[in-house]
């Protein structure tokens, strides 16, 4: 089975910032990784698809990008909405998440 | 625009069976090329993905829950269902039904729409 490591766990940042969060495969998977943003007491929302794809409605201030093993999830000038758990996924398996915190 | 709600409940009791429903309004369960997926999240920790069933009727399950896990569609009704076997204290979760959508050609279908998710509790 592939496995996900996603990192870091915990971020801490400050509204306006750019924050990096970084997902590895065990194996190859080309661009098959999505992203998604969950916040409590809601439902996760799709962030990104296929790697770099940004669903329609996703702000512009998200990217994604990488292919094979290594994903990245950039966020560009933090707003404080943005603030939540983070989670990459590919077909089942789900990255541990990485929660964002306020600095 | 395609709606899911969980429902079932909340409460089991240790080696039953969880049953829970998704019922799906705003598009057809048995029309398009969609998935559908039971995903759940412990209190304090990470997504785990439960199982899928296509429209057409192939399931797949986590392989840590394959031997408990049945998904199945309903589709006189527009829902579908999980079932969990011989539950304990580690199946304690909020539990999501969502609609996945295969947006790129030849990578796994994403979930894309869903429900507000519903807490299950297993306890005596």
């Known amino acids: 089975a592939i496995q996900m490591t996603q990192s870091p766990s915990s971020l801490s940042a400050s509204v306006g910032d750019r924050v990096t969060i970084t997902c590895r495969a065990s194996q190859g998977i080309r661009n098959d990784l999505d992203w998604y943003q969950h916040k409590p007491g809601q439902a996760p929302k799709l962030l990104i698809f296929a790697a770099s794809n940004l669903p329609r409605g996703v702000p512009s201030r998200f990217s994604g990008s990488g292919s094979g093993t290594d994903f990245t999830l950039t966020i560009n000038g933090l707003q404080p909405e943005d603030f939540a758990t983070y989670y990459c996924?590919?077909?089942?398996?789900f990255g541990r998440g990485t929660k964002l915190e306020i600095k | 625009q395609v709606q899911l709600q969980e429902s079932g409940p909340g409460l089991v009791k240790p080696s039953q069976t969880l049953s829970l429903i998704c019922t799906v309004s705003?598009?057809?369960?048995?029309?398009?090329?969609?998935?559908w997926s039971w995903i759940r999240q412990p209190a304090g920790k990470g997504l785990e993905w439960v199982g899928r069933?296509?429209?057409?009727?192939?399931?797949s399950y986590n392989p840590s829950l394959k031997s408990r896990v049945t998904v199945s569609l309903d589709t006189s009704k527009n829902q579908f269902s999980l079932k969990l076997s011989s539950v304990t204290a580690a199946d304690t979760a909020v539990y999501y039904c969502?609609?996945?959508?295969?947006?790129?050609?030849?990578?796994?279908?994403?979930?894309?729409?869903w429900g507000q998710g519903t807490l299950v509790t297993v306890s005596s």
């Open positions: 705003g598009g057809s369960i048995s029309s398009g090329s969609y998935y």
């Open positions: 069933i296509y429209t057409a009727g192939t399931t």
């Open positions: 969502s609609r996945d959508v295969q947006l790129t050609y030849g990578n796994s279908p994403s979930p894309f729409n």
């Open positions: 996924l590919q077909d089942y398996n």
